[in-house]
């Protein structure tokens, strides 16, 4: 079953740094997103994305962040410099289609500044 | 402001049992309405997606229930397992898959 797949699965980073997050989405799907979860907290949403280029973005996605699709196959989420609580479980979606679509997530990759 | 409230936040049920989570949102315009799973430390699985005319929806065991009159939906486990204990999620979309709603979840732990 296809499956959306997230690397790395843990990163562990100092404060100030910048961290790349990847995600490989389903191959035929044409909707790309970002959620984040904070432990413990409800799931947010941070970034919409199709036809490369942002379609819709949250308050939490402020310049400090940002996504590419830099092939047919990554979709990439840029934190530029952490902060503290930019720790949080950051989960890649995708979907066929914008509306009805069912959203599949992956695993997630966890991320913790110190 | 959207919103997506879940109860009982969390609940212990003897394997075997049934149960019923409740979702009250306040989402308008109102597209669908889904139920995820979502197990500790992993991504949400989508369980059922229900549109504003759709009013019951299974999937094995879950069975999901929708009235978007009163803006409630419900999500009944049958015959519980212990791999059902999770964190079951009410999603409302409003605008298609973008800006989901999301609700804080129900915690169900099975227990033999």
């Known amino acids: 079953e296809p499956e959306v797949t997230q690397t790395p699965s843990h990163q562990v980073t100092q404060m100030g740094q910048e961290v790349i997050l990847r995600c490989v989405p389903i191959?035929?799907?044409?909707?790309f997103y970002w959620y984040r979860q904070i432990l413990g907290q409800k799931v947010e949403f941070l970034v919409s994305?199709?036809?490369?280029?942002?379609?819709?973005k949250s308050e939490i996605f402020d310049d400090q962040f940002s996504v590419e699709r830099p092939d047919g196959s990554n979709f990439t989420l840029k934190i530029r410099s952490t902060k503290l609580e930019d720790s949080a479980m950051y989960f890649c979606?995708?979907?066929?289609?914008?509306?009805?679509?069912?959203?599949?997530f992956g695993e997630g990759s966890r991320l913790t500044v110190l | 402001k959207n919103q997506v409230e879940q109860s009982p936040q969390s609940l212990i049920i003897l394997e075997g049992k049934n149960c019923t989570l409740q979702?009250?949102?306040?989402?308008?315009?109102?597209?669908?309405l889904r139920w995820y799973k979502q197990d500790t430390g992993r991504g949400p699985v989508s369980l059922t997606i229900?549109?504003?005319?759709?009013n019951t929806k299974s999937n094995g065991r879950y069975t999901a229930t929708l009235d978007a009159d009163t803006k409630q939906s419900s999500l009944h486990i049958t015959a519980s397992q212990l791999s059902d204990s999770a964190s079951y999620i009410c999603?409302?979309?409003?605008?298609?898959?973008?800006?989901?709603?999301f609700g804080k979840g129900n915690q169900v732990v099975v227990i033999p």
């Open positions: 191959s035929n799907h044409l909707y």
């Open positions: 229900m549109t504003f005319s759709e």
């Open positions: 999603v409302v979309s409003g605008d298609g898959n973008n800006r989901l709603a």
């Open positions: 979702c009250n949102y306040t989402v308008s315009p109102f597209s669908n």
């Open positions: 994305f199709y036809n490369n280029e942002i379609s819709e």
């Open positions: 979606a995708s979907s066929e289609l914008r509306g009805t679509g069912e959203l599949f």
